[in-house]
């Protein structure tokens, strides 16, 4: 009966740990969109999903566009590591789709960026995080 107890907190506690890194990602995204719109970028889409992956967010100014990873972490260092080599190619893979649906796509420039949310300071915009296959 115990055990039944300990499994079924241990799953709340789960939980609520989901729960609030979600509400986390929603706000580091948030802020990140509001620091790309003071440099003049327009956010044209937020958690981009596709069968291959999610981009967090796509910004465009003029003819470049930027698919942003969002990282809400202690560090820069620990941000810029969590943009691991998988992840890459996830979002990769996302933003061709994404790019292949544009009618302007042969003008299009992109670039993959990071925007580090960190604790108590302003959002860091990395640009080139990583660079794509082409």
Request: proline share 3%; glycine share 6%.
């Amino acid at each position: 009966m115990a055990a039944c107890s300990n499994s079924r907190k241990a799953a709340v506690a789960d939980q609520l740990s989901r729960r609030k890194a979600y509400k986390r990602g929603h706000r580091g995204e948030w802020l990140a969109a509001l620091a790309l719109m003071l440099k003049g970028y327009r956010i044209v889409a937020r958690r981009y999903r596709t069968k291959l992956g999610e981009i967090d967010l796509i910004a465009r100014r003029g003819d470049l566009v930027l698919i942003v990873e969002v990282k809400a972490r202690p560090t820069l260092a620990e941000a810029m590591e969590a943009v691991a080599y998988g992840s890459q190619r996830r979002i990769e893979g996302a933003a061709d789709l994404w790019l292949s649906r544009q009618p302007d796509y042969g003008r299009l420039s992109v670039r993959f960026d990071l925007v580090a949310v960190l604790p108590r300071r302003w959002p860091v915009h990395v640009e080139n995080v990583f660079y794509g296959r082409n």
